[in-house]
């Protein structure tokens, strides 16, 4: 109990919630391709994710959870950071950069956060509140929110590109938390991990661009 409030326990707490985290987005992903074989495809998808929905809502609920831990303890981990190097003219080279370094994930990581709470407040609320069962025209509607809207998709982009900055550094950090170096034999894994910080937010790019571009439509 006592390790995992300590220091090294938050980074690990804030390393494997993260990594669940971005296997959520995989997922997530992979879903949503779906809008590329059609309306009717994509319809169906989430009529089967409908007609599981204790299911779905206990992974949710689980979602929740993991991302409150790793909020809450990067929120912990910031001020520490803070408070630690305390007045500027103390720390030294080494200790400027892991600063500038928890500066952008914070940065990044608001963005992010902010993202989730816009994107759930459109999307997530709209689908569980309509009677509608056309999920395709819904998203591809140009209000607000969504994704037909020019300008919600540039906020669409900058906020992929911010997930995309978040989990680069937030893979490099949780390696190192777990004690991989680059050279070492597990040392792939920086490299398995451009999956990602880049493919997958790629991926979301496309859906975007798709969908502005007409090719989804
Ligand atoms: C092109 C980009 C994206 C599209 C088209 C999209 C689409 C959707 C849709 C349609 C839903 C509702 C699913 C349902 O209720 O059945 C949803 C929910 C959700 N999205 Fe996204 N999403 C995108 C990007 C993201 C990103 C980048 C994140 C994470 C940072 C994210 C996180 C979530 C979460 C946490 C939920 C609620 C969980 C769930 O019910 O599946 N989404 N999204």
Do not use: C
């Amino acid at each position: 109990m006592k390790f995992l409030f300590s220091s090294i326990g938050q980074k690990v707490q804030i390393a494997l919630s993260g990594i669940l985290l971005a296997i959520f987005l995989l997922f997530h992903l992979f879903n949503n391709f779906a809008l590329f074989a059609g309306k009717d495809t994509f319809n169906a998808m989430v009529k089967f994710l409908e007609s599981i929905k204790p299911i779905i809502r206990v992974m949710e609920f689980g979602l929740l959870g993991i991302l409150l831990v790793h909020t809450i303890n990067a929120f912990r981990i910031t001020l520490y950071n803070k408070s630690a190097t305390g007045s500027k003219y103390k720390y030294n080279a080494q200790g400027e950069t892991s600063l500038i370094n928890s500066r952008t994930m914070a940065i990044s990581g608001t963005i992010v956060l902010l993202f989730l709470i816009i994107h759930l407040g459109f999307v997530w609320l709209t689908y569980q509140t309509t009677d509608s069962h056309d999920y395709y025209q819904i998203l591809l509607q140009n209000k607000i929110g969504f994704l037909g809207h020019t300008p919600t998709a540039v906020f669409y982009i900058i906020s992929i590109m911010a997930i995309g900055m978040h989990l680069r550094h937030g893979f490099q950090s949780a390696l190192k938390t777990f004690g991989i170096s680059e050279k070492s034999k597990f040392g792939i894994l920086y490299k398995f991990a451009i999956l990602f910080w880049a493919i997958i937010p790629f991926g979301f790019l496309i859906i975007v661009i798709a969908i502005q571009a007409g090719i989804i439509s």
